[in-house]
């Protein structure tokens, strides 16, 4: 069974931590995402990646940074996390390239809390 | 401003009816559309994909229609029932030059009641 793995299923870090959220696709896909999802706010597009060594913002990037060294893992870094980084994060990939994008297939969800 | 409005918060239906859900969206011209199926604490589950072109796509009980110049689809659940109970995401396709992502809707929440 194809999947995305998000390496914490829940998460409580102290505020002015560094954060590594990991994610482990086995899927051989291109292109993977990082979401955030909050209540009245919906899915929100934090950094995507197409290929290795690539990554491009997405619409909330402050804050975050990430790294894809490998095709299979897109990690997620909060450089020094914030109450206001509270929140699910989700990973997901898919396949396509260019304008072409097929369904994505996503992670359970990292619930993380900063205190 | 880019956006993407589906229809309603919440949605209830007696089970056996139709459901259908609205997904409007304003300064987009996406090549296609999908919808998701999202259960409380877990990530989206892909259900359908759309292009531009289509304007109908069918699978199972599901069916999924796209209009370009209205800028909406419809997705619609024939013969409802309690377990397709969820939240319900609409998701546009966003190309820049940077490459192309997923822009999602807030969701439909939609609850079959028996």
């Known amino acids: 069974d194809v999947k995305v793995t998000q390496s914490s299923r829940y998460l409580v870090k102290r505020t002015g931590e560094k954060v590594f959220l990991e994610c482990v696709q086995d899927?051989?896909?291109?292109?993977m995402f990082w979401y955030r999802q909050d209540p009245g706010l919906g899915l929100r597009l934090i950094y995507f990646?197409?290929?290795?060594?690539?990554?491009e913002k997405g619409d909330i990037p402050e804050g975050y940074s990430v790294s894809r060294e490998k095709k299979e893992r897109f990690s997620l870094i909060l450089e020094s996390a914030s109450t206001n980084q509270t929140s699910m994060y989700l990973c997901?990939?898919?396949?396509?390239?260019?304008?072409?994008?097929?369904?994505?297939?996503f992670g359970s969800g990292t619930r993380l809390t900063v205190v | 401003s880019q956006k993407i409005e589906q229809n309603s918060e919440a949605l209830n239906i007696q089970e056996g009816k139709t459901a259908t859900l609205t997904c409007n969206y304003t300064?987009?011209?996406?090549?296609?559309l999908q919808w998701y199926r999202q259960d409380p604490g877990r990530g989206p589950v892909f259900l359908l994909l759309?292009?531009?072109?289509?304007k109908e796509k069918r699978k199972e009980r599901l069916k999924v229609t796209f209009d370009t110049t209205l800028k909406q689809s419809l997705f619609h659940i024939t013969a409802s029932q309690p377990a397709d109970s969820a939240t319900y995401l609409c998701?546009?396709?966003?190309?820049?030059?940077?490459?192309?992502?997923?822009?999602f809707g807030k969701g439909t929440t939609l609850s079959v009641s028996s």
């Open positions: 759309i292009r531009e072109n289509e």
């Open positions: 997901a990939s898919s396949s396509g390239q260019g304008t072409v994008l097929y369904g994505y297939t």
């Open positions: 998701a546009l396709s966003s190309f820049n030059q940077a490459g192309t992502a997923l822009i």
């Open positions: 990646s197409y290929d290795v060594k690539m990554k």
């Open positions: 899927m051989d896909h291109e292109n």
């Open positions: 300064n987009y011209s996406p090549a296609y």
